[in-house]
C-alpha cells in the first residue's frame, strides 16, 4: 500500500522526484542497461539494431525505402 505524499510546493515535488528517479536508477540499473543493449531484428532490412536506436531506425530513410519496397513486391 503506497501512501500519497503531499508537498507544499512545485519545487520540492520536483527534488523528491529527483531523488526518487536516482534511487531508482541505482537499484536497477543492471535491468535497466541490458535491456537496452538487446538486439533486434529488422525484417525490412534484415539487419540487427540495437533495442534502445529501433525507434530512430525505422524513422530513418534507408527503413522507409527497404519497408516501401518490401509493400510493393507484395502487391
Known amino acids: ?3 500519497k505524499i ?17 534511487e531508482y536508477y541505482q537499484k536497477h540499473k543492471d535491468k535497466i542497461t541490458t535491456n537496452l543493449y538487446e538486439l533486434k531484428h529488422c525484417n525490412c532490412c534484415n539487419k540487427e539494431i540495437m533495442k534502445y536506436k529501433f ?4 524513422r530513418s530513410n ?6 516501401q519496397k518490401l509493400i510493393v513486391s507484395f502487391d
Do not use: G, L, Q, V
Open 55 to 58: 525507434k530512430r531506425h525505422e
Open 6 to 22: 503531499k508537498f507544499s510546493s512545485d519545487e520540492e515535488r520536483t527534488e523528491h522526484e529527483k531523488i526518487y528517479a536516482k
Open 62 to 67: 534507408k527503413h522507409k525505402e527497404n519497408e
Open 1 to 3: 500500500m503506497s501512501r
